[in-house]
Protein backbone atom coordinates (compact mmCIF):
# COMPACT_ATOMS: atom_id res chain seq x y z
CA UNK A 1 0.00 0.00 0.00
CA UNK A 2 1.62 2.89 -1.20
CA UNK A 3 1.38 6.49 0.24
CA UNK A 4 1.79 10.14 -1.57
CA UNK A 5 4.17 11.96 -0.89
CA UNK A 6 2.14 14.44 0.40
CA UNK A 7 0.72 12.19 3.27
CA UNK A 8 4.00 10.89 4.16
CA UNK A 9 5.38 14.73 4.78
CA UNK A 10 1.62 15.31 6.45
CA UNK A 11 2.31 12.56 8.67
CA UNK A 12 5.93 13.11 9.21
CA UNK A 13 4.98 16.43 10.18
CA UNK A 14 1.78 15.58 12.78
CA UNK A 15 4.15 13.24 14.01
CA UNK A 16 7.20 15.62 14.62
CA UNK A 17 5.42 17.84 16.34
CA UNK A 18 3.50 15.73 18.40
CA UNK A 19 6.74 14.22 19.73
CA UNK A 20 8.45 17.60 19.98
CA UNK A 21 9.99 17.44 23.71
CA UNK A 22 9.38 13.69 23.40
CA UNK A 23 12.30 12.68 22.01
CA UNK A 24 13.85 10.76 24.92
CA UNK A 25 10.88 8.62 25.11
CA UNK A 26 11.09 7.78 21.57
CA UNK A 27 14.62 7.02 21.52
CA UNK A 28 13.67 4.39 24.34
CA UNK A 29 14.60 0.88 23.44
CA UNK A 30 11.42 -1.54 23.97
CA UNK A 31 11.86 -3.48 27.43
CA UNK A 32 11.53 -6.55 25.06
CA UNK A 33 14.80 -7.83 23.31
CA UNK A 34 15.18 -6.91 19.81
CA UNK A 35 16.36 -10.15 18.02
CA UNK A 36 16.20 -9.22 14.28
CA UNK A 37 20.10 -9.06 13.21
CA UNK A 38 21.43 -9.93 16.41
CA UNK A 39 22.21 -13.48 18.14
CA UNK A 40 18.87 -14.51 19.53
CA UNK A 41 17.98 -16.89 22.40
CA UNK A 42 14.89 -18.95 23.45
CA UNK A 43 11.89 -19.72 21.28
CA UNK A 44 13.16 -17.14 18.15
CA UNK A 45 16.82 -18.74 18.01
CA UNK A 46 15.30 -21.40 15.53
CA UNK A 47 13.57 -19.01 13.38
CA UNK A 48 16.08 -16.09 13.08
CA UNK A 49 18.77 -18.91 12.85
CA UNK A 50 16.78 -19.96 9.52
CA UNK A 51 14.58 -16.43 7.91
CA UNK A 52 15.93 -13.65 10.30
CA UNK A 53 13.65 -10.28 9.58
CA UNK A 54 16.18 -9.76 6.72
CA UNK A 55 18.73 -6.53 8.36
CA UNK A 56 16.03 -5.05 10.10
CA UNK A 57 16.34 -3.39 13.60
CA UNK A 58 13.11 -3.99 15.72
CA UNK A 59 11.75 -0.84 15.95
CA UNK A 60 11.66 1.52 18.99
CA UNK A 61 8.22 1.98 20.21
CA UNK A 62 6.93 5.23 21.47
CA UNK A 63 6.96 5.23 25.03
CA UNK A 64 3.38 6.05 26.81
CA UNK A 65 2.16 8.39 28.30
CA UNK A 66 3.69 11.27 26.21
CA UNK A 67 4.82 14.41 27.36
CA UNK A 68 5.85 17.86 26.06
CA UNK A 69 7.93 19.68 28.76
CA UNK A 70 7.72 22.60 26.47
CA UNK A 71 4.12 23.04 25.57
CA UNK A 72 2.69 20.59 28.87
CA UNK A 73 4.46 21.85 31.28
CA UNK A 74 3.60 25.90 31.71
CA UNK A 75 -0.17 25.41 33.00
CA UNK A 76 0.75 22.05 35.28
CA UNK A 77 3.74 23.85 36.91
CA UNK A 78 1.42 27.34 37.19
CA UNK A 79 -1.37 25.02 38.82
CA UNK A 80 0.67 23.35 41.17
CA UNK A 81 2.40 26.64 42.30
CA UNK A 82 -1.47 27.96 42.80
CA UNK A 83 -1.94 26.14 45.83
CA UNK A 84 -5.20 25.17 44.52
CA UNK A 85 -5.69 21.72 43.87
CA UNK A 86 -8.51 20.29 45.40
CA UNK A 87 -11.42 20.84 42.49
CA UNK A 88 -12.29 24.28 41.45
CA UNK A 89 -11.63 26.09 37.66
CA UNK A 90 -9.19 24.07 36.08
CA UNK A 91 -11.68 20.94 36.92
CA UNK A 92 -14.41 22.94 35.51
CA UNK A 93 -12.54 24.20 31.82
CA UNK A 94 -11.49 20.23 31.50
CA UNK A 95 -15.14 19.44 32.15
CA UNK A 96 -16.25 22.12 29.34
CA UNK A 97 -13.91 20.96 27.23
CA UNK A 98 -14.96 17.56 27.39
CA UNK A 99 -18.47 17.91 27.04
CA UNK A 100 -17.83 19.96 23.78
CA UNK A 101 -15.66 17.02 22.64
CA UNK A 102 -18.34 14.70 23.25
CA UNK A 103 -20.87 16.67 21.81
CA UNK A 104 -23.15 17.05 24.77
CA UNK A 105 -24.38 19.73 27.39
CA UNK A 106 -22.50 18.31 30.44
CA UNK A 107 -19.34 16.45 32.02
CA UNK A 108 -18.45 15.44 35.31
CA UNK A 109 -14.81 14.36 36.45
CA UNK A 110 -14.71 11.60 39.06
CA UNK A 111 -11.32 10.12 40.70
CA UNK A 112 -11.13 7.16 37.64
CA UNK A 113 -13.31 5.45 34.89
CA UNK A 114 -14.52 2.49 37.13
CA UNK A 115 -16.18 5.59 39.98
CA UNK A 116 -17.39 7.03 36.49
CA UNK A 117 -19.29 3.75 36.09
CA UNK A 118 -20.53 3.28 39.46
CA UNK A 119 -21.52 6.85 40.25
CA UNK A 120 -23.77 6.92 36.98
CA UNK A 121 -25.68 3.49 37.58
CA UNK A 122 -26.42 4.07 41.26
CA UNK A 123 -27.66 7.81 40.06
CA UNK A 124 -29.92 6.00 37.58
CA UNK A 125 -31.11 3.81 40.44
CA UNK A 126 -29.38 0.52 39.86
CA UNK A 127 -28.68 -1.32 42.67
CA UNK A 128 -29.58 -4.22 45.08
CA UNK A 129 -31.76 -6.77 43.08
CA UNK A 130 -31.23 -5.38 39.52
CA UNK A 131 -29.90 -7.20 37.06
CA UNK A 132 -26.92 -5.52 34.54
CA UNK A 133 -26.26 -6.86 31.24
CA UNK A 134 -22.78 -6.47 30.04
CA UNK A 135 -20.16 -8.04 28.04
CA UNK A 136 -17.44 -10.48 29.08
CA UNK A 137 -14.92 -9.05 26.59
CA UNK A 138 -13.80 -5.74 28.77
CA UNK A 139 -11.55 -4.98 31.76
CA UNK A 140 -12.52 -5.84 35.50
CA UNK A 141 -13.87 -2.60 36.23
CA UNK A 142 -16.68 -3.54 34.17
CA UNK A 143 -18.35 -5.81 36.35
CA UNK A 144 -16.70 -4.72 39.60
CA UNK A 145 -19.05 -1.23 38.87
CA UNK A 146 -21.93 -3.55 38.89
CA UNK A 147 -21.17 -5.00 41.93
CA UNK A 148 -20.68 -2.28 43.68
CA UNK A 149 -24.00 -0.53 43.03
CA UNK A 150 -25.58 -4.00 44.40
CA UNK A 151 -26.81 -5.30 41.33
CA UNK A 152 -25.94 -8.59 39.30
CA UNK A 153 -23.86 -8.54 36.19
CA UNK A 154 -24.98 -10.40 32.92
CA UNK A 155 -23.04 -11.54 30.65
CA UNK A 156 -23.89 -11.78 26.70
CA UNK A 157 -21.49 -13.42 24.54
CA UNK A 158 -18.93 -11.65 22.29
CA UNK A 159 -19.31 -11.45 18.64
CA UNK A 160 -15.38 -12.54 17.69
CA UNK A 161 -15.31 -10.97 14.62
CA UNK A 162 -15.98 -7.53 16.13
CA UNK A 163 -14.25 -8.35 19.49
CA UNK A 164 -17.97 -6.57 21.54
CA UNK A 165 -21.11 -7.75 22.56
CA UNK A 166 -23.62 -9.94 20.31
CA UNK A 167 -26.81 -7.68 20.32
CA UNK A 168 -28.33 -10.90 18.76
CA UNK A 169 -28.14 -12.43 22.34
CA UNK A 170 -29.27 -9.20 24.14
CA UNK A 171 -32.92 -10.24 24.38
CA UNK A 172 -32.65 -13.55 25.00
CA UNK A 173 -31.05 -12.53 28.68
CA UNK A 174 -33.48 -9.92 29.99
CA UNK A 175 -35.87 -10.72 32.72
CA UNK A 176 -38.20 -8.62 35.04
CA UNK A 177 -35.09 -7.83 37.00
CA UNK A 178 -33.30 -6.10 34.23
CA UNK A 179 -32.69 -2.20 34.62
CA UNK A 180 -29.66 -1.61 33.02
CA UNK A 181 -27.50 -2.63 29.85
CA UNK A 182 -23.95 -1.26 30.07
CA UNK A 183 -22.28 -1.63 26.37
CA UNK A 184 -18.32 -1.33 26.55
CA UNK A 185 -16.95 -0.17 23.36
CA UNK A 186 -13.95 -2.86 23.79
CA UNK A 187 -10.83 -1.89 22.09
CA UNK A 188 -12.13 1.55 21.32
CA UNK A 189 -14.21 0.33 18.50
CA UNK A 190 -17.67 0.89 18.87
CA UNK A 191 -20.07 -1.52 19.43
CA UNK A 192 -23.50 -1.73 18.52
CA UNK A 193 -24.61 1.06 20.66
CA UNK A 194 -27.47 2.28 17.90
CA UNK A 195 -28.94 -1.85 18.04
CA UNK A 196 -28.83 -1.54 21.78
CA UNK A 197 -30.23 1.56 22.09
CA UNK A 198 -33.19 0.20 20.16
CA UNK A 199 -33.52 -2.83 22.58
CA UNK A 200 -33.24 -0.44 25.70
CA UNK A 201 -36.25 1.60 24.33
CA UNK A 202 -38.16 -1.63 23.69
CA UNK A 203 -37.85 -2.85 27.15
CA UNK A 204 -37.21 0.38 28.97
CA UNK A 205 -33.84 0.25 29.95
CA UNK A 206 -31.37 2.51 31.31
CA UNK A 207 -28.30 2.93 28.96
CA UNK A 208 -25.07 3.61 30.58
CA UNK A 209 -21.86 3.41 27.75
CA UNK A 210 -18.66 2.41 29.15
CA UNK A 211 -16.52 4.20 26.54
CA UNK A 212 -13.43 3.74 29.08
CA UNK A 213 -11.79 2.85 25.98
CA UNK A 214 -13.07 5.11 23.25
CA UNK A 215 -12.42 8.49 23.42
CA UNK A 216 -13.44 10.28 19.75
CA UNK A 217 -14.78 6.72 18.33
CA UNK A 218 -17.63 7.49 16.84
CA UNK A 219 -21.24 5.94 15.33
CA UNK A 220 -22.12 7.21 12.33
CA UNK A 221 -20.28 11.00 13.21
CA UNK A 222 -21.95 10.78 16.28
CA UNK A 223 -19.58 10.28 19.48
CA UNK A 224 -20.09 7.43 21.48
CA UNK A 225 -20.91 7.91 25.17
CA UNK A 226 -23.52 10.30 23.84
CA UNK A 227 -25.57 7.93 22.82
CA UNK A 228 -26.73 6.16 26.32
CA UNK A 229 -28.20 7.91 29.33
CA UNK A 230 -24.46 7.86 30.30
CA UNK A 231 -21.27 7.61 28.97
CA UNK A 232 -18.25 6.61 30.93
CA UNK A 233 -14.66 7.44 30.24
CA UNK A 234 -11.35 7.04 31.98
CA UNK A 235 -8.47 8.80 31.57
CA UNK A 236 -6.09 6.40 33.49
CA UNK A 237 -2.35 6.30 32.68
CA UNK A 238 -2.18 3.63 30.18
CA UNK A 239 -5.39 5.63 28.43
CA UNK A 240 -5.13 7.87 24.70
CA UNK A 241 -5.78 10.96 26.96
CA UNK A 242 -3.79 10.09 30.74
CA UNK A 243 -3.97 11.77 33.27
CA UNK A 244 -2.33 9.46 36.08
CA UNK A 245 -5.89 8.70 37.08
CA UNK A 246 -9.00 10.14 35.99
CA UNK A 247 -12.85 9.55 34.73
CA UNK A 248 -15.84 11.21 33.44
CA UNK A 249 -19.81 11.17 32.96
CA UNK A 250 -21.45 12.63 30.52
CA UNK A 251 -24.62 13.42 29.65
CA UNK A 252 -27.60 15.95 28.06
CA UNK A 253 -29.28 15.13 31.22
CA UNK A 254 -28.69 18.45 33.39
CA UNK A 255 -30.34 16.68 36.35
CA UNK A 256 -29.08 13.60 36.47
CA UNK A 257 -25.55 15.20 36.30
CA UNK A 258 -26.66 17.72 38.85
CA UNK A 259 -27.41 14.02 40.84
CA UNK A 260 -24.21 12.76 40.21
CA UNK A 261 -22.18 15.95 41.36
CA UNK A 262 -24.17 16.03 44.62
CA UNK A 263 -23.22 12.34 45.20
CA UNK A 264 -19.32 13.05 43.85
CA UNK A 265 -19.50 15.39 46.39
CA UNK A 266 -20.50 13.96 50.14
CA UNK A 267 -24.39 14.15 48.90
CA UNK A 268 -24.55 18.12 49.63
CA UNK A 269 -27.47 19.09 46.76
CA UNK A 270 -26.16 20.82 43.70
CA UNK A 271 -28.21 22.89 40.93
CA UNK A 272 -31.50 20.89 40.10
CA UNK A 273 -31.30 18.78 43.16
CA UNK A 274 -31.11 21.78 45.61
CA UNK A 275 -35.09 22.14 44.38
CA UNK A 276 -35.21 18.88 44.78
CA UNK A 277 -34.54 17.15 48.11
CA UNK A 278 -33.20 20.80 49.90
CA UNK A 279 -29.69 22.31 50.32
CA UNK A 280 -27.06 21.12 51.97
CA UNK A 281 -26.65 17.76 52.95
CA UNK A 282 -29.60 16.32 51.46
CA UNK A 283 -28.64 13.51 50.05
CA UNK A 284 -26.59 9.94 49.85
CA UNK A 285 -23.19 10.26 48.48
CA UNK A 286 -19.65 9.86 48.45
CA UNK A 287 -16.33 12.00 47.26
CA UNK A 288 -15.05 11.50 43.78
CA UNK A 289 -13.24 14.66 42.58
CA UNK A 290 -10.58 14.75 40.32
CA UNK A 291 -8.11 17.44 41.51
CA UNK A 292 -6.70 20.50 39.77
CA UNK A 293 -3.35 19.24 38.44
CA UNK A 294 -4.88 15.76 37.37
CA UNK A 295 -7.50 18.43 34.71
CA UNK A 296 -4.01 20.47 34.08
CA UNK A 297 -2.40 17.49 32.85
CA UNK A 298 -5.81 16.34 30.70
CA UNK A 299 -6.38 19.74 29.44
CA UNK A 300 -2.44 19.16 28.12
CA UNK A 301 -2.94 16.13 26.85
CA UNK A 302 -6.51 16.73 24.97
CA UNK A 303 -4.52 19.24 22.58
CA UNK A 304 -3.12 16.29 21.12
CA UNK A 305 -5.67 13.60 21.28
CA UNK A 306 -7.53 14.29 17.36
CA UNK A 307 -3.87 14.52 15.87
CA UNK A 308 -3.36 11.18 17.29
CA UNK A 309 -6.44 9.14 16.98
CA UNK A 310 -5.70 10.14 13.13
CA UNK A 311 -2.01 8.52 13.67
CA UNK A 312 -3.33 5.36 15.33
CA UNK A 313 -6.35 4.96 13.04
CA UNK A 314 -4.19 5.72 9.81
CA UNK A 315 -1.71 2.73 10.93
CA UNK A 316 -4.30 0.37 11.90
CA UNK A 317 -5.98 0.52 8.92
CA UNK A 318 -2.74 0.01 7.09
CA UNK A 319 -1.35 -2.64 9.41
CA UNK A 320 -5.03 -4.20 9.25
CA UNK A 321 -4.62 -4.55 5.67
CA UNK A 322 -1.60 -5.98 5.71
CA UNK A 323 -2.58 -8.72 8.40
CA UNK A 324 -5.47 -9.56 6.64
CA UNK A 325 -3.12 -11.46 4.03
CA UNK A 326 -1.30 -13.87 6.45
CA UNK A 327 -3.38 -17.08 6.97
CA UNK A 328 -4.68 -17.58 10.34
CA UNK A 329 -4.69 -13.60 10.78
CA UNK A 330 -8.12 -12.04 11.41
CA UNK A 331 -8.37 -9.04 12.45
CA UNK A 332 -11.39 -6.80 13.88
CA UNK A 333 -14.18 -6.37 11.54
CA UNK A 334 -15.23 -2.39 11.32
CA UNK A 335 -19.37 -2.29 10.70
CA UNK A 336 -19.95 0.25 8.29
CA UNK A 337 -22.00 2.09 10.71
CA UNK A 338 -18.42 2.59 12.26
CA UNK A 339 -17.05 6.10 11.27
CA UNK A 340 -13.93 6.49 13.33
CA UNK A 341 -12.37 4.61 15.98
CA UNK A 342 -10.39 5.56 19.05
CA UNK A 343 -7.59 2.23 18.79
CA UNK A 344 -7.31 1.85 22.14
CA UNK A 345 -5.83 -1.68 21.29
CA UNK A 346 -5.41 -3.28 18.13
CA UNK A 347 -7.17 -7.04 18.56
CA UNK A 348 -6.73 -9.90 16.33
CA UNK A 349 -7.43 -13.51 16.04
CA UNK A 350 -4.63 -16.13 15.66
CA UNK A 351 -5.75 -19.44 14.29
CA UNK A 352 -2.84 -22.22 15.35
CA UNK A 353 -4.11 -24.13 12.42
CA UNK A 354 -3.21 -21.85 9.81
CA UNK A 355 0.60 -21.99 12.10
CA UNK A 356 0.79 -25.49 12.07
CA UNK A 357 -0.72 -25.80 15.21
CA UNK A 358 1.59 -23.26 17.20
CA UNK A 359 -0.18 -22.75 20.55
CA UNK A 360 -1.06 -18.64 20.71
CA UNK A 361 1.34 -18.77 23.97
CA UNK A 362 4.23 -19.91 21.72
CA UNK A 363 3.71 -17.29 18.89
CA UNK A 364 3.11 -14.50 21.24
CA UNK A 365 6.37 -15.66 22.82
CA UNK A 366 7.95 -15.53 19.06
CA UNK A 367 6.11 -12.37 18.49
CA UNK A 368 7.78 -10.55 21.68
CA UNK A 369 11.08 -11.67 20.73
CA UNK A 370 11.29 -10.47 17.58
CA UNK A 371 11.00 -7.37 19.50
CA UNK A 372 7.27 -6.58 18.78
CA UNK A 373 5.14 -5.75 22.09
CA UNK A 374 1.83 -8.34 22.08
CA UNK A 375 -0.47 -9.67 24.87
CA UNK A 376 -2.96 -12.57 25.10
CA UNK A 377 -5.45 -10.10 26.59
CA UNK A 378 -8.39 -10.18 28.75
CA UNK A 379 -9.35 -13.81 30.50
CA UNK A 380 -12.85 -14.93 30.92
CA UNK A 381 -14.34 -12.65 33.84
CA UNK A 382 -17.93 -14.33 33.67
CA UNK A 383 -15.76 -17.49 35.28
CA UNK A 384 -13.55 -15.53 38.00
CA UNK A 385 -13.84 -15.91 41.70
CA UNK A 386 -14.96 -12.48 42.39
CA UNK A 387 -18.58 -13.30 41.53
CA UNK A 388 -18.68 -16.44 43.88
CA UNK A 389 -17.22 -14.74 46.55
CA UNK A 390 -19.33 -11.46 46.28
CA UNK A 391 -22.37 -13.51 46.12
CA UNK A 392 -21.48 -15.00 49.67
CA UNK A 393 -21.21 -11.59 50.85
CA UNK A 394 -23.34 -10.05 53.73
CA UNK A 395 -25.14 -7.65 51.51
CA UNK A 396 -25.68 -9.88 48.50
CA UNK A 397 -26.63 -12.38 50.91
CA UNK A 398 -29.36 -10.00 52.11
CA UNK A 399 -30.60 -8.89 48.75
CA UNK A 400 -30.57 -12.01 46.97
CA UNK A 401 -32.65 -15.17 47.31
CA UNK A 402 -30.37 -18.69 47.77
CA UNK A 403 -31.06 -19.45 44.70
CA UNK A 404 -30.35 -16.18 42.65
CA UNK A 405 -27.05 -16.88 44.41
CA UNK A 406 -26.40 -20.72 43.34
CA UNK A 407 -23.19 -20.02 41.62
CA UNK A 408 -23.09 -22.99 39.26
CA UNK A 409 -26.81 -21.91 37.90
CA UNK A 410 -25.16 -18.33 37.63
CA UNK A 411 -22.55 -19.80 35.57
CA UNK A 412 -24.66 -22.02 33.71
CA UNK A 413 -27.14 -19.25 32.52
CA UNK A 414 -24.19 -16.88 32.13
CA UNK A 415 -21.73 -19.17 29.77
CA UNK A 416 -20.24 -17.26 26.95
CA UNK A 417 -18.69 -20.05 24.18
CA UNK A 418 -17.54 -17.54 22.14
CA UNK A 419 -15.96 -15.67 24.66
CA UNK A 420 -14.06 -18.23 25.80
CA UNK A 421 -12.67 -19.08 22.67
CA UNK A 422 -11.44 -15.49 21.91
CA UNK A 423 -9.87 -15.56 25.59
CA UNK A 424 -8.17 -18.96 26.28
CA UNK A 425 -7.27 -19.53 22.34
CA UNK A 426 -7.58 -16.71 19.87
CA UNK A 427 -7.23 -13.37 20.99
CA UNK A 428 -4.10 -11.39 20.11
CA UNK A 429 -3.39 -7.50 21.23
CA UNK A 430 -1.29 -4.46 20.55
CA UNK A 431 -1.31 -1.59 22.34
CA UNK A 432 -2.65 2.17 21.78
CA UNK A 433 1.28 3.33 21.26
CA UNK A 434 2.62 0.84 19.01
CA UNK A 435 -0.03 2.59 16.73
CA UNK A 436 1.88 5.45 16.91
CA UNK A 437 5.15 4.34 14.84
CA UNK A 438 6.06 4.40 11.45
CA UNK A 439 4.91 2.88 8.41
CA UNK A 440 7.65 1.11 8.69
CA UNK A 441 7.08 -0.16 12.04
CA UNK A 442 3.87 -1.28 10.81
CA UNK A 443 5.55 -3.02 8.45
CA UNK A 444 8.05 -4.85 10.63
CA UNK A 445 5.04 -6.56 12.77
CA UNK A 446 3.94 -7.92 9.56
CA UNK A 447 7.52 -9.25 8.55
CA UNK A 448 7.95 -10.37 12.27
CA UNK A 449 4.74 -12.22 11.86
CA UNK A 450 5.14 -13.46 8.61
CA UNK A 451 8.76 -15.31 9.64
CA UNK A 452 6.88 -17.09 11.88
CA UNK A 453 4.21 -18.38 9.98
CA UNK A 454 6.91 -19.57 7.82
CA UNK A 455 8.83 -21.33 10.41
CA UNK A 456 5.90 -22.27 12.50
CA UNK A 457 6.84 -26.26 11.99
CA UNK A 458 10.36 -25.37 13.30
CA UNK A 459 8.89 -23.52 16.26
CA UNK A 460 6.30 -26.11 17.02
CA UNK A 461 8.72 -28.48 17.11
CA UNK A 462 11.14 -26.68 19.31
CA UNK A 463 8.72 -26.60 21.83
C1 LIG B 1 -13.29 -1.02 29.49
C2 LIG B 1 -12.90 -0.33 30.77
N1 LIG B 1 -13.84 -0.03 31.67
C3 LIG B 1 -13.53 0.60 32.81
C4 LIG B 1 -12.24 0.94 33.13
C5 LIG B 1 -11.95 1.58 34.43
O1 LIG B 1 -11.25 2.77 34.36
P1 LIG B 1 -10.23 3.19 35.50
O2 LIG B 1 -9.02 2.33 35.39
O3 LIG B 1 -9.97 4.64 35.21
O4 LIG B 1 -10.93 3.01 36.79
C6 LIG B 1 -11.23 0.66 32.21
C7 LIG B 1 -9.84 1.04 32.51
O5 LIG B 1 -8.90 0.34 32.38
C8 LIG B 1 -11.55 -0.01 31.01
O6 LIG B 1 -10.61 -0.33 30.12
Not at 28 to 45: D, F, N, R, T, Y
Not at 247 to 260: N, Q, T
Request: proline share 5%; aromatic share 8%; with cysteine.
Amino acid sequence: MKQSNKKNTRRRFIKQNLLTGAGAMLGMHSALPSLAGEPSKGISATITATAPVSGQQSPQWPKWPMWDIAADEPSVLETLRSGVWSRAKIVEQFEAAWAETIGLKRCLTTVNGTNALICALANLDVGGGDEVIIPPYTFIATPQAVLQTGAMPVFVDTDPDTFQMDVSKIEEKITPRTRAILPVHIAGIPCDIEGIMKIARKHNLAVVEDACQAWLSEVNHKKVGAFGHAGCFSFQNSKNIPMGEGGAIVSDDEEFIDKCYSYHNYGIARGSMIAKYGAGMSMAGTKLRLTEYQAAIGLAQLKRLDAQTTIRADNAAYLKSRLETIPGIIPYKLHNYITRVSFHLFPFRYKKESFKGLPRAAFLKALSAEGVPCSSGYSTLNTQPFLANTFQSKNFKKMYSPQQLDIARYQERNRCPQNDILCNEEAVWFTQNILLGSRADMDYIVSAIEKIHKNAEKLKKSL
